[in-house]
């Protein structure tokens, strides 16, 4: 934990947004190898989110939101593709997700956050989606991290990446209403995540 700590120190520290870009996956990576068990096995990705809300709050990483942003702000969009903009994604959810936290505590409900249950708490910064996996013939459900303001595109770009989808043009986000598949676009308001 030490490591990461001293990682995301380093991060705030930097000024240009691609040495902070390293430094965040410098950190992504040091969680994987961290939280690897002895038989080979890492985290799986829907396992992550989790993992990172925790250690950004176990580090005390308050300038988390600031950093992303300027990190999203500043660098170029096709350096944002794949991986970097995926884990950097993980980031500002993993922010949203504790600043829900701290409103809700604030307001005096009881929060807790139940990782084990499989199931992310109900904020707009994660969303589940249902992918068919046409080699094995099975249905893989997947968490994804997603930003306020979110496009289709980016959820079909973020999937396309968790799945190894190759050929991500070819999908979209549809809805099943009486049978009939209805693509789906993604819009915020008041703070909630809603499909029109």
């Known amino acids: 934990m030490r490591q990461i700590a001293t990682l995301f120190v380093r991060l705030q520290e930097a000024e240009l947004p691609l040495a902070k870009l390293d430094l965040l996956l410098a950190a992504v990576s040091t969680i994987f190898e961290a939280t690897t068990c002895c038989n080979g096995q ?9 993992v990172l809300v925790m ?4 580090c005390g990483f308050i300038g988390a939101e600031i950093e992303a942003e300027y990190m999203w702000g500043l660098l170029q969009p096709s350096l944002l593709s794949g991986e970097a903009g995926y884990y950097l994604t993980a980031l500002c959810s993993a922010v949203h997700v504790l600043k829900n936290f701290s409103l809700s505590e604030q307001e005096g409900g009881t929060s807790t956050l139940d990782w084990d249950s499989s199931t992310m708490p109900n904020c707009s910064s994660v969303l589940r989606v249902i992918i068919p996996d046409e080699y094995n ?5 997947r968490t994804l991290p997603i930003r306020p303001h979110t ?5 079909c ?4 990446h ?9 999908y979209g986000l549809f809805k099943l209403i009486d049978g009939e598949g209805r693509e789906q676009t993604i819009r915020y308001h008041g703070g909630e995540m809603n499909f029109l």
């Open 42 to 50: 890492q985290l799986s990705a829907d396992d992550f989110l989790p």
């Open 55 to 58: 250690v950004v709050a176990h």
């Open 137 to 141: 013939g099975s249905i893989q459900t």
């Open 151 to 155: 496009t289709t595109k980016e959820v």
């Open 157 to 160: 770009r973020i999937i396309a």
């Open 162 to 170: 968790k799945a190894r989808i190759t050929n991500a043009q070819d």
